[in-house]
């Protein structure tokens, strides 16, 4: 067996970077980057700047995925 499939079994065993909602707080044009308020009141900073600020994008390892809706969020603990 290579190496290469031992890799991508263990990969398999973890699940996929969740999706997260968060709210873009900032754009930073020239650098291409959104800084986004989450949730829980973490900050992180992700690649893309289709969303305008004051919106909820969609973002998902460190790039925005596209506009979220305005619902509800409501966060469940497992």
Request: charged share 20%.
């Amino acid at each position: 067996m290579s190496a290469m499939n031992l890799w991508r079994r263990l990969r398999s065993v973890f699940p996929d970077e969740p999706l997260r909602i968060a709210r873009v707080t900032s754009i930073q044009a020239t650098a291409a980057t959104s800084v986004l308020t989450l949730p829980d009141g973490g900050v992180i900073v992700a690649r893309g700047t289709d969303v305008p600020v004051g919106e909820l994008a969609y973002v998902r390892s460190g790039l925005i995925e596209g506009a979220a809706p305005a619902l509800a969020i409501e966060e469940i603990e497992i």
